[in-house]
């Protein structure tokens, strides 16, 4: 989305239904918006798709506005009412999961549809909790019937929290793909329930299902520390493994994540929440900020469902400051209502939510989050390439397994690499090749493949280098039968990049079982860039792996 500044002239002689409605002249000619007049020192008027600042005075006002591109076209269309389908437990006693996130949304004007991933008499902290965990095929029953009569059209978001069994979880990813598909607006806000203190609350297969499937439908992320290192391998012990663990999670999908509580060493008494926000296909570094709060004694149930759904609500109402005034505003309504709490009922109370109503509706910010430096802006890019650059499916990996008996589950170069016999071990490289050769006979490039690595090189002057488990001669294919223009192979530790080559280094199989991490370093120390600064781009896990291990 591009951003433009212009000047305007703004009338205020109209008025509808009580808000002040403004006509703005640009150099696009006459358009008109609703837009809001914020009190406070800064005196913003406040744009639905841009910000505006004034800049003059006089019989009529002039404003500087930065607008979305979006908006050019046509009058800014009315927001959408948010309507929430909210998939998470449900407690008869208590407020943890929906409990404690239907109300706050609703005293914050959004509508919601509660669905009880489970029904319990109380939360498992008590001594007894009796109830029912909830299967994937009873939420698809239900979701069934709202489809039957035309309401899943109406939900601008999806909330998730606690999922008691695999196939619930399952079933959830076949609800979000089918509310993306029917809203393509839906925004899918992710509490990636888990666990907490170093202990899973989750059977293990939830964990790898988040992984593969949730995270890259998922819009924004709301894990706490435990449940981020979970998900991404990372140990987060300082401000820095949790930027690092931001980033990976952003690889996989989300564009907003809130890492919604974490303790770092030498920082005993005070939380810190970091929030992160991509700019959707921009190269440009997530923005990031962070929040330090105090912490307040006790051990409270509840409060990451409660996080969740007041990140959802500030982050719809879009304040002025973008992502650190949403953390502002959340975390102070979360505080307040935890002070309330411990005064009230001490350090293992359940959560005053009701109690709490004017601090959800008019949280009185204390804290103000801070707004981190950018990680170092991407100024390189590895591609894998089969799957990659090119189209998956080309290569029948199904018959070179039959061909050498390699089970569906084994990684086929890595089996071939522990063959005792060194005999066997080329025989089976050379069917390999062969099969890899007879799929890229006919290769096709992604769509765009070649105008995206040109862009990089040409407009964004980036580094691009190639880095495939195929054997060099698939590479030669790809040269002869593409527009790209590639250099002879060249090892990671030369110097020179031959003219006009779309990719430097270019890094093959050559009769080992993978790309190691020692050659991407290498890639990396020739460029004269960080690891950090390098992107690789893969279409299998144990490609991200190896990047992650790398940096």
Known sequence: MQILDMQIIISTRYYRGGRRAFYLFGFLGWRSFDIYLRQGPARQLRLQGGRIRKIATGRRDAYRMSVCDEYHSHSS??????????????????YVGNKSAVFPLQVLGLDVDPI???????????????GDVLEGVELLRLVEGLEANGLLSG???????????????????????????????????????LGDEGKLYVAEALVE?????????????????????????IKIQSESDAQRAC??????GPRTVVVTSAAFRGGEGCLHVLGSQRHGTSWRAPDMCRLVVPRIAGAYTGTGDLTAALLLAWLYRDPPRGLPEVLEKAIATVQAILKRTYEEGGGSAELRLVQSKQDIERPRVQVTAERLRQPTDIKGVIFDMDGTL??????????????????????ILTYIGQMSSEGDRV???????????RGF????????????VAWLRGERGMQVALATRNNPKCVDVLVDRCAFRLPCHVEASSVETPPKASFHPVLTRAWKSEVDVDKLLDVCEQWGLPPESVLVVGDSLGTLMTERKAT
Not at 77 to 94: D, T
Not at 163 to 184: M, R
């Open 77 to 94: 269309p009315p927001m959408k009412p948010a309507r929430i389908l909210s998939i998470q437990s449900h407690v008869v006693h208590g």
């Open 116 to 130: 009880n991933s489970v029904q319990f008499s109380n939360h498992t902290g008590y001594d007894v909790c009796k």
């Open 155 to 193: 939900y601008t978001h999806l909330l998730t929290g606690y999922i008691g069994s695999p196939s619930f979880l399952h079933a959830v990813v076949q609800v979000a793909t089918k509310l993306k598909a029917l809203n393509p607006g839906l925004q899918y806000v992710c509490d990636p329930v």
């Open 209 to 233: 299902t988040y992984k593969t499937q949730v995270l890259p439908l998922a819009d924004v992320l709301t894990p706490n520390q435990f449940e981020a290192e979970i998900l991404t391998g």
């Open 247 to 252: 980033l990976l999670l952003h690889a996989h």
């Open 390 to 411: 090119t189209k998956p499916g080309q290569i029948d990996f199904g018959r070179i397994r039959s061909r050498l008996n390699i089970p569906e589950n084994v990684d």
């Open 427 to 437: 025989a089976a490289l050379a069917v390999v090749e062969e099969e890899e050769l």
């Open 441 to 452: 006979m006919d290769v096709q490039l992604q769509e765009k493949a070649e105008e995206v």
